[in-house]
């Protein structure tokens, strides 16, 4: 848990990590608490890794071209219902890991979202209020991309190209939802090399978070602990604009409030 003032406490009296059964308990209520009952030990993290800020999760759940803008630089028009994919879950890895091109790839991607935790089971909601209510919390996601594995195969192949090693470093903070009540305000940034390439604000969606949540539990079972990755602004490099990434780039990702993170591509 790390506070406004920059200090850091240690979870682990609580819960041996920020996964489903944590969420489900009411987690980040619970911390409080903890916290503020003397509970939780202050730690210190100078020197050590950063993983993701949610342990792995059930599902990866994607939307799909939910900027009109990207739509457009990719060649579609804006859908008239989410579109969702997969990635699979081992995809997850911390802030500032490496990101692996994999073998055969010419056409990796970057794509900065906003990623929503699951809190609540979500099964045939009834109204957006329930689905606001299945939130836990948000963090900063990159989409990693092959576009080639993706588009260039046929009959399309969205998650062979979603979900290659690496490609969903997350974090590097996770916010609880009550301290981000309105997802819909948010600025969005990528830098590739130090250049900027994606500047927009959720406010831009197609479809809000809630909308989202509702619309999937139509069809699927959301379980405490799953990531929605809710679909990146234009400023990719499948819009032709921007080189694709190669080894030795590195990609900055922001979502505003949640933190920034840094990862530096290598070779799978």
């Known amino acids: 848990?790390?506070?406004?003032?920059?200090?850091?406490?240690?979870?682990?009296?609580?819960?041996?990590?920020?996964?489903?059964?944590?969420?489900?308990?009411?987690?980040?209520?619970?911390?409080?608490?903890?916290?503020?009952?003397?509970?939780?030990?202050?730690?210190?993290?100078?020197?050590?890794?950063?993983?993701?800020?949610?342990?792995?999760?059930?599902?990866?759940?994607?939307?799909?071209?939910?900027?009109?803008?990207?739509?457009?630089?990719s060649g579609a028009e804006p859908p008239a219902e989410p579109i969702l994919f997969h990635k699979s879950p081992?995809?997850?890895?911390?802030?500032?890991?490496?990101?692996?091109?994999?073998?055969?790839?010419?056409?990796?991607?970057?794509?900065?979202?906003?990623?929503?935790?699951?809190?609540?089971?979500?099964?045939?909601?009834?109204?957006?209020?329930?689905?606001?209510?299945?939130?836990?919390?948000?963090?900063?996601?990159?989409?990693?991309?092959?576009?080639?594995?993706?588009?260039g195969r046929p009959g399309g192949q969205w998650s062979k190209g979603k979900s290659c090693e690496t490609f969903n470093p997350v974090g590097p903070w996770f916010v609880p939802a009550h301290e981000l009540p309105d997802p819909q305000v948010l600025e969005l940034r990528s830098w590739v090399n130090g250049d900027p390439r994606q500047d927009s604000k959720t406010s831009d969606m197609i479809f809000g978070v809630a909308e989202i949540i509702w619309h999937l539990s139509q069809f699927l079972v959301l379980e405490p602990g799953d990531l929605v990755n809710t679909g990146t602004p234009e400023g990719v490099a499948l819009s032709g604009r921007f080189d694709y990434l190669r080894a030795g780039d590195v990609m900055e990702i922001e979502v505003a409030g949640l933190g920034r993170q840094r990862t530096v591509c290598g070779l799978a």
Request: a negative charge; glycine letters at 10%.
């Open 1 to 73: 848990m790390l506070l406004e003032d920059g200090r850091y406490y240690d979870l682990r009296p609580l819960t041996p990590d920020v996964d489903g059964r944590f969420l489900a308990q009411d987690g980040p209520r619970r911390a409080r608490i903890a916290l503020d009952s003397g509970e939780l030990p202050e730690t210190d993290v100078l020197g050590l890794r950063i993983g993701a800020p949610i342990a792995r999760p059930g599902a990866v759940l994607c939307i799909g071209q939910n900027y009109a803008a990207h739509a457009a630089e």
């Open 90 to 151: 081992n995809t997850v890895v911390g802030p500032y890991d490496e990101v692996l091109i994999p073998r055969g790839s010419v056409k990796t991607d970057w794509e900065a979202e906003l990623g929503v935790v699951i809190g609540k089971r979500a099964r045939y909601l009834e109204s957006l209020d329930e689905a606001r209510a299945c939130v836990a919390g948000y963090v900063t996601s990159n989409d990693v991309s092959e576009r080639a594995f993706q588009l």
